[in-house]
């Protein structure tokens, strides 16, 4: 072969290889478009059942496996689940996936949120909760029922929801996490447990009570065991033998494992109870306004394990919370909570500065905050 021939195969080899190259990167760029597309807005909306849009944008950062994360989403309370779901991914590098229960009615203005530059790369499903699945469950009391959201049920149905997955998070919409999502999902529970709560006997919240006199020293003793939560005059409670002292749960913060939730029936369980719940009032009437603590309490007794406590730390809504928690302590909380009637996007609550560091605006205007200071919304 001559020179000339060489020198020409070469070339072809060359430009071969150049043209490769060029379609590679062409690729590459098409990629780095796509996931750079604003309208590519993670999230499927499907009645009762969900999963995730095709349109996800993947997230280099985030790897290991998904996290299931189950959070209500009720239309006055949307701007506690945005606050709450910021903090808990722009904290972890773990890969979350929100499972937002929610009703029709509040989908619209919740995809426009998501839609937020801060928020545009959490994974999310959108789960619209059908009320017709507690007809018969709960009170027809009409004066009762107008209390009544539905959607305080939807951890009750935690496996249906989340179907593919072993273990699951359940958080209340009054939450801020400050630590590592992922060290919560690793929290083990022991063999035959399908929960995991926060025990309840050592709270804060019954100790300031106790300060009180006459009557309100024997409420604030049992407000936190099941006798605070459950009518013991009842035959039904009667007939199960608990024990009345018993410390209770919290759970706006649970750690769920599917797999025994499904093998166990606790659905089954818990809609069982609160048939009966709506036939005959099983409640304590101190605790009346906790719809689904009673039958938690009643279904996981002596069968649940435990949270570690920073990683719920409790009754930030309550009376005096500022005086109770050192902000050193709330600082170094992983998980805070307000429950109670105190709530930290409503002027009269406690630490509202750390609630506001996570919050974002709502675009269409609809939720403010309520603030003490003069101007603020």
Known sequence: MTLRKVNVVILVLLALAFLIIVERNLLNLNDFLRRENPDAVPGLILPFESELSSRIIADPVRSGEEIPV???AAAERLGAVIAAMNSVYQNSKANIVFNIVTMNSTV????VWMSEPQLKRVKHKI??????LLNGK?????????SVNPLTFARFYMAEFISDAEKAIYLDDD????????ELFDTRLKSGHAAAFSDDCDSVSSKGIVRGAGNQIFLAINQNNYIGFLDFKNEAIKKLGMR???CSFNPGVMVVNLTEWQHQNITSQLEHWMKLNAQDDLY???RADDITTPLLLIVFYKNHSSIDPLWHVRHLGVTGAGNRYSPHFVKAAK??????????????SSFTDIWDKWYIQDPTGQFHPVRRHTGDK
């Open 175 to 182: 939450i801020i996490v400050q630590g590592d999502i992922q």
């Open 335 to 348: 998980l805070l909570h307000w429950n109670g009637h105190y709530k930290p996007w409503s002027r009269t």
């Open 138 to 146: 709960i009170t027809s009391d009409p004066q009762k029922l107008e």
């Open 284 to 286: 304590s009437k101190s």
């Open 70 to 72: 189950l959070i209500t």
């Open 127 to 132: 789960i619209i909760f059908d009320p017709h």
């Open 244 to 246: 009345a002292n018993m």
């Open 108 to 111: 619209e203005h919740l995809k």
